[in-house]
C-alpha cells in the first residue's frame, strides 16, 4: 500500500512541476510577445535612437539661437545717436569750385584749324563716362578739334545707344565752347568722309605722353587721329586747370538727355512722396560681381560652378583665395550684412531704401534678410510701370542713367563696391555739398560679422560706428591726390577759411575743448587710418574677349588689359 501512495505522491508533484513550468513559460511568451508589441526591431531600433538623437540636437539648437537672439538682438529702431544720420559734419565749410584761371587761355585763341581728335569708349555708362571727360582734356591739350565721342556697342551687353541716346548733345557743345571746340562729326574732304587713323595711347597717359605720342602722329597723318577703347587714359594728376576742366565736363557739361532726365527725376519725385529722406543702395550683388571677386557665399558645389562658368569670359582672371579675399576686404557684402551695418549706423526700420540692382544672385532668397530689415524696400521696377520704362528696358546704359539719377539725388548713397558708378557718384556727391555716402570698411567689418553672435547689439553696433569712421564721405577723409580723380576731386572742393577759421576759434571757448578737438580727428582722418588703399581696390575687367593683350602705361611697364568694371555698371542683361 506505501507504494502506489508513494507513485500517487510523484505524479502529483510532477504534475505541479509541469502546471509551474507552463505557468512560467506563458507568462514568459506573453512578456516576449508584450516587448516585441512596444519596442522595434534591431534596425528600426537604431532608427529610433538616431531620430532621438537628431531631436536632441535641434532642441540644443534651438536653445541656443534663443539665447543668442536675446543677446545679439536686433532693435527696430537705429537708436539715439549724437550725430544727423542724414547730414555730413562740416559739409557747409565746402564746395565745388571747378572755375578756370585767368591763364587759362580760350579755346578759340589755342586750338589748332585743321587738327582733330576721334575718342571712342569703352565698357558700360560710367566707364564711358569717364572716357569722355578726359576725352575733353586730352583734346584741350592737342590743341585738337573734338569730335563727339563714340559710345562702345560691341561690348558683353550689346547697347546700341549712341552719344546723343544718353547725354545732351548741344548742352555738352556749348557749355565747353570756352574751353575746346567740339564738332559731332569730322567734316568731309572733298567728297569723300575723312577716316582719322585709328591708334591707342597708355593707361594714365600724362600730358606729356600725349604730346609725344599722339601729337606726332596727328601732325603726320592729316591732322585726325581716333584713339580707341579710351577709359582710363588720362594720368590721375594734372595741372590744376585741366584737372578743373575735368570737374567742368562731369559736373556741368555732362547732363543726361530729356527723356531720361524726366523719367529720373519722376522716379526721385515718387521716392520723396513716400518719405521725406532716402537711402540709396548700390548693392552689386549680380553673379558677374561675384564670379570676379572669387569670393565664397557658402553656396557649396551649385555656387562654384555656376560662378565658375561666369568666371571664364576673363582669360587674364586669376584663381583667387576666397579667405583671403575677403581678409583683405575685396568682397561685396551680403545684403544681410549691409543690413546690419545700415541699422547699426542708426537707420531704423521705418527708413525707405531704393536698391539700384541687376539680377541678385539667389534671388528673394538672399535679398529676404535686407527686406526684414528695411520692409520699405524699392526699385525702378516697384515705382514705376513697364510701360512709363518702356523706352528704356532694351539699354543697359539708359537704365543705369536712371539709377544714376535716383542715386545722385538720395539723402544717403551706400555702395557696396568700388566700380565706376560708385566712384563717380561719390566723387559728384563730395562737389555738390558733401552728401553722406557711405562705404563699407569692408577690411575691418568682415571679422566683426563673423563674430557678432558672441556678443550684444550693443557692442555690435559701437564697434560698427568706430570701424565706420573715415567711410562716411565726410570732408577730409581721404587725402588730396589719392584714389581716382573722380572719385575724390580734390581740386574742385574748396574750403571756406574764413568760417572754418571762426568755428575753430569758438570751439577754444567750449569747456570741453578735448572732446571738440576728438570730433574734428574724426572727420579728417589720415589714409592709415581709414585703409584707404589704391592696391586694395578690385579691378574689372574688359568684357570683349577679344582684347587679352599688354600695354603699357607711361613709364613703361607691361599690365595686362584691365579696366575698372564690367561692361555695365551693375550687370542689367536685358
Not at 21 to 45: Q, R
Request: hydrophobic share 35%.
Amino acid at each position: 500500500m506505501a507504494l502506489p501512495r508513494r507513485r500517487k505522491l510523484h505524479y502529483h508533484r510532477l504534475g505541479s512541476l509541469v502546471q509551474v513550468a507552463s505557468a512560467i513559460s506563458g507568462t514568459l511568451l506573453l512578456l516576449f510577445a508584450f516587448l516585441s508589441f512596444f519596442f522595434p526591431s534591431p534596425d528600426e531600433s537604431e532608427h529610433f535612437h538616431l531620430r532621438h538623437r537628431q531631436t536632441s540636437f535641434n532642441a540644443v539648437v534651438k536653445d541656443s539661437v534663443s539665447d543668442r537672439n536675446s543677446v545679439f538682438k536686433i532693435p527696430s529702431t537705429g537708436g539715439k545717436l549724437d550725430r544727423d544720420i542724414w547730414s555730413s559734419k562740416n559739409a557747409k565749410f565746402f564746395y565745388g569750385c571747378s572755375n578756370a584761371s585767368a591763364r587759362f587761355a580760350k579755346a578759340e585763341a589755342i586750338t589748332h584749324p585743321t587738327r582733330y581728335l576721334a575718342i571712342a569708349t569703352s565698357g558700360g555708362l560710367n566707364q564711358q563716362r569717364t572716357g569722355i571727360m578726359d576725352a575733353v582734356v586730352a583734346a584741350r591739350i592737342l590743341n585738337a578739334t573734338l569730335v563727339v565721342p563714340k559710345l562702345d556697342q560691341k561690348s558683353f551687353w550689346k547697347d546700341a545707344s549712341d552719344f546723343t541716346d544718353i547725354f545732351d548733345v548741344d548742352w555738352f557743345i556749348s557749355f565747353l565752347s570756352k574751353d575746346v571746340k567740339i564738332i559731332k562729326q569730322l567734316p568731309k574732304r572733298g567728297w569723300r568722309t575723312w577716316t582719322p587713323y585709328t591708334m591707342r595711347v597708355p593707361r594714365k597717359c600724362s600730358e606729356r605722353c600725349y604730346l609725344n605720342h599722339v601729337l606726332p602722329v596727328l601732325l603726320k597723318r592729316h591732322n585726325a587721329v581716333q584713339l580707341n577703347k579710351f577709359d582710363y587714359r588720362l594720368a590721375n594728376r594734372l595741372d590744376t586747370d585741366l584737372q578743373k576742366l575735368r570737374c567742368r565736363v562731369n559736373y556741368h557739361a555732362l547732363q543726361f538727355a530729356n527723356p531720361i532726365l524726366e523719367m529720373g527725376k519722376m522716379l526721385v519725385q515718387r521716392m520723396r512722396m513716400r518719405s521725406k529722406h532716402y537711402i540709396a543702395l548700390h548693392l552689386r550683388f549680380e553673379p558677374d560681381m561675384l564670379a570676379f571677386s572669387g569670393c565664397d557665399y557658402g553656396g557649396g558645389e551649385k555656387e562654384k560652378n555656376e560662378l565658375g562658368a561666369i568666371q571664364k569670359r576673363w582669360k587674364t582672371l586669376h584663381k583667387n583665395n576666397p579667405d583671403k579675399e575677403r581678409r583683405q576686404g575685396r568682397c561685396p557684402l551680403t545684403p544681410e550684412e549691409v543690413g546690419l551695418m545700415l541699422r547699426a549706423l542708426g537707420y531704423g526700420s521705418d527708413v525707405h531704401i531704393y536698391v539700384a540692382s541687376g539680377e541678385v544672385y539667389g534671388g528673394e532668397e538672399t535679398l529676404r534678410p535686407l527686406k526684414a530689415l528695411f520692409p520699405n524696400f524699392y526699385s525702378k521696377d516697384t515705382i514705376a510701370t513697364n510701360e512709363e520704362l518702356g523706352q528704356f528696358l532694351s539699354f543697359s546704359s539708359r537704365m543705369a542713367a536712371l539709377d544714376f539719377i535716383v542715386c545722385d539725388e538720395s539723402d544717403v548713397f551706400v555702395t557696396n563696391n568700388n566700380g565706376n558708378m560708385a566712384r563717380i557718384l561719390a566723387g559728384r556727391r563730395k562737389y555738390f555739398g558733401h552728401k553722406p555716402t557711405i562705404r563699407p570698411n569692408a577690411k575691418k567689418l568682415y571679422r566683426l560679422f563673423l563674430s557678432r553672435n558672441n556678443m550684444t547689439w550693443e557692442e555690435f553696433s559701437s564697434r560698427i560706428r568706430t570701424l565706420q569712421k573715415g567711410f562716411m564721405g565726410e570732408p577730409k577723409e581721404v587725402r588730396p591726390g589719392r584714389g581716382e580723380f573722380h572719385e575724390n576731386p580734390s581740386t574742385c572742393i574748396c574750403e571756406d577759411s574764413e568760417a572754418m577759421g571762426k568755428l575753430k576759434a569758438d570751439s577754444r571757448h567750449k569747456k570741453h575743448r578735448k572732446l571738440d578737438d576728438s570730433s574734428r580727428k574724426d572727420v579728417m582722418v589720415s589714409d592709415d587710418q581709414n585703409d584707404y588703399d589704391d592696391n586694395d581696390v578690385p579691378e574689372w575687367p574688359d568684357l570683349d574677349e577679344d582684347e587679352d593683350e599688354e600695354e603699357e602705361d607711361e613709364s613703361g611697364s607691361k599690365e595686362k588689359h584691365l579696366s575698372n568694371v564690367t561692361g555695365s555698371d551693375y550687370g542689367t542683361i536685358n
